[in-house]
């Protein structure tokens, strides 16, 4: 820098010398890096070869011969693939993730916004939560709410019944499983239209009002549109849709929707987690807009819920977005803590089994990063395109 | 103490009150901020409320929206009783307008957008209209041209001159001015004080927390000097300024006026 600021007071050919002076080195700093990087790879080569360890993704195609307790795409231990197991791998990362960031986002806003109450007790609360939450590892929270909540559930036989047939034990919560027949498809159908529906009447109202000035309350209707029109479809059409029980056996339960207690812990543990740091962006968001703002707009007559609508949070939610960009990606790099439990995630399955058995480290490793920076770059691209859609202008 | 409804010496003061403050007493924690306050404000007059700081001018201007709350006493906006009834507020305040020391544009809105904002959304008015008030509240205040900027790009003076027009695009009977030239380069007081003249002309009932004894002078019907919760002096501007009846009254005029 300082070279940069004296160059232009300093003689012609003192300037040459020294800008390929400069060049020089960068070259030199290029060439050993790339040099480090070239004798690492021989390095790795030589001794996976000494080890018999084949290189490439011929392995991809193999067949993996170990079991994942949970999987969303058919997969069995005996026919198929390491690329398979990679896939099942993979959607359970994205699962655990995309329900975490659903229900951190709702649980964060919620105590955020409580601990902003001017109710002594709901903010001091938010608060505790808060101060209690982050600062624990979370790895180690991962191993309360596996080992010390869901481990200490009843055995088998005494699992807790939930109503409706559902099962609460040390193996899992067993919820009905809902069985969808053909005829439902009209209800699905239904709900899209409805949604559209309600679009339009959005749209029909905000026309309406700039004409008119007459501000129309969407709720009912909307309500109306989204539940009530699906669910007389859903009537209509002889209720297309059928639960399959859990069945409890001696020795199992069958039948049914399986929630593994890896799969609660992790879930549960990500969501608490991040929501009390979502809380803290969120109260941080809303407390940059000035106090100034809400007073302009309540001395204009607004009331507070439509000051809130059209002045505070429009203001918050610029200053929300991209922090709470980084809580997502926090949140879904930390899924991988899944394997402290044993939740069968993209490290478990694939960094972890696959890579024992193969012995291809680098491939799977390789594999495996391009992926989280790939979920990652695709995370932050959304949350971008829609920080642009709330930014403020101010131009 | 002075009582506020004495002189009927003012002829432009009609028998309408816009504003009657009686026995207001207000607390920050330990702090009385406000101490016994009487006044009664006839419609179209325009006091202009001065006294150093701390002195809870602002304060009682900001009891008269009820943007601050109070202990004891009384205040009754144009025939409303304020009250903790939000409806009643917000029915106060869709008839006085405010303008602040700091502007309090909302920068996420046009200057266009700021002025419709509560014709649309109060008012119930069409999108149209309300544009149409806007526009003819934005050329009142000169600046017509800056309706498609957002209030980052205006200069101060500019800035406080859209936050008149967006007070005056409601149509309200009485407005505050809690210190509108304070924050302002010394360039840029004039362009606003000039409209607030602008303003007076009008006939519009007018609180101004202000140093600005020139404007004072020129348009005030009373001037009102407050120390320590209180009003100490209230009268006339001639009379004011000539024969201060306080000791801390002639003080503080020295102070100001050099």
């Not at chain 1, 972890?352 to 990652?376: D, H």
Request: charged residues 15%.
């Amino acid at each position: 820098m300082a070279d940069i600021a004296r160059s232009s007071a300093a003689r012609p050919s003192r300037r040459h010398a020294r800008n390929i002076g400069n060049l020089a080195l960068q070259v030199a700093l290029v060439a050993i890096v790339l040099g480090l990087i070239a004798a690492a790879a021989h390095n790795a080569a030589v001794n996976m070869a000494k080890a018999n360890i084949a290189h490439g993704f011929g392995f991809w195609n193999n067949t993996a011969g170990f079991d994942i307790s949970q999987a969303l795409v058919g997969y069995s231990a005996s026919a198929s693939t390491f690329g398979r197991a990679f896939w099942v791998g993979l959607l359970n990362t994205l699962l655990v993730s995309a329900v975490a960031i659903v229900l951190s986002t709702a649980l964060g806003f919620i105590i955020g916004i409580a601990r902003l109450s001017h109710n002594w007790l709901v903010s001091r609360l938010a608060g505790g939560y808060v101060e209690l939450i982050r600062n624990i590892p979370l790895l180690l929270q991962i191993l309360f709410w596996y080992n010390a909540v869901l481990k200490s559930l009843p055995e088998l036989k005494g699992s807790v019944t939930l109503p409706f047939g559902g099962f609460l034990n040390n193996r899992g919560l067993f919820l009905p499983k809902p069985v969808f027949a053909p005829d439902f498809s009209a209800v699905v159908i239904a709900l899209a239209i409805g949604v559209a529906c309600a679009l339009a009447l959005r749209i029909w109202a905000r026309r309406r009002q700039e004409r008119t000035g007459e501000q129309v309350y969407l709720l009912g209707p909307t309500l109306a549109l989204i539940v009530g029109l699906p669910f007389i479809v859903f009537l209509v059409a002889g209720k297309p849709l059928t639960f399959g029980i859990p069945d409890m056996g001696r020795f199992n339960i069958r039948g049914g929707l399986e929630i593994l207690p890896e799969f609660a812990a992790l879930l549960i543990a990500l969501s608490v987690y991040t929501a009390a740091f979502i809380a803290e962006v969120v109260r941080a968001g809303v407390l940059a807009v000035p106090a100034g703002q809400t007073e302009a707009a309540q001395a204009l007559g607004l009331r507070s819920t439509t000051t809130l609508r059209l002045v505070v949070v429009p203001q918050a939610m610029r200053m929300i977005v991209p922090p709470l960009t980084s809580q997502y990606l926090n949140l879904t790099k930390n899924s991988s803590l899944a394997v402290a439990i044993g939740y069968p995630d993209l490290v478990q399955v694939f960094a972890g089994s696959v890579l024992n058995i193969t012995g291809q480290a680098v491939e799977v490793i390789a594999i495996t990063m391009a992926v989280y920076l790939s979920i990652s770059l695709v995370t932050s691209l959304l949350m971008s395109l829609y920080g642009r859609m709330v930014a403020v202008v101010e131009r | 103490m002075v009582q506020g409804s004495t002189d009927a010496a003012d002829e432009k003061a009609r028998p309408e009150v816009a504003v009657e403050i009686a026995g207001l007493n207000k607390w920050f924690g330990e702090f009385h901020v406000l101490r016994d306050i009487n006044l009664n404000v006839a419609r179209g007059e325009r006091i202009v409320i001065c006294g150093p700081s701390g002195s809870g001018k602002s304060t009682l201007l900001r009891c008269i929206n009820h943007l601050e709350d109070w202990q004891t006493g009384r205040i009754v906006v144009d025939g409303i009783e304020l009250n903790d009834d939000p409806r009643q507020i917000v029915a106060v305040r869709r008839d006085v307008g405010m303008v602040f020391q700091h502007f309090n544009l909302f920068p996420h809105l046009t200057v266009l957008e700021n002025c419709t904002l509560a014709p649309i959304w109060v008012r119930q008015m069409p999108k149209r209209d309300a544009e149409a008030v806007a526009m003819k509240y934005l050329e009142r205040v000169r600046i017509p041209e800056q309706a498609e900027k957002y209030p980052a790009r205006l200069s101060g003076g500019q800035q406080q001159r859209v936050a008149i027009a967006r007070a005056l695009c409601m149509n309200p009977n009485i407005m505050l001015f809690d210190e509108p030239t304070s924050a302002l380069d010394p360039e840029m007081v004039k362009e606003v004080l000039d409209t607030m003249v602008g303003l007076a002309s009008d006939g519009i009932t007018m609180l101004v927390v202000s140093h600005e004894m020139g404007f004072a002078r020129q348009v005030a019907d009373r001037v009102m000097f407050m120390a320590d919760g209180q009003i100490l002096e209230i009268n006339e501007p001639k009379a004011f300024f000539a024969h201060p009846q306080h000791e801390r009254t002639r003080l503080f005029l020295q102070q100001i006026l050099h």
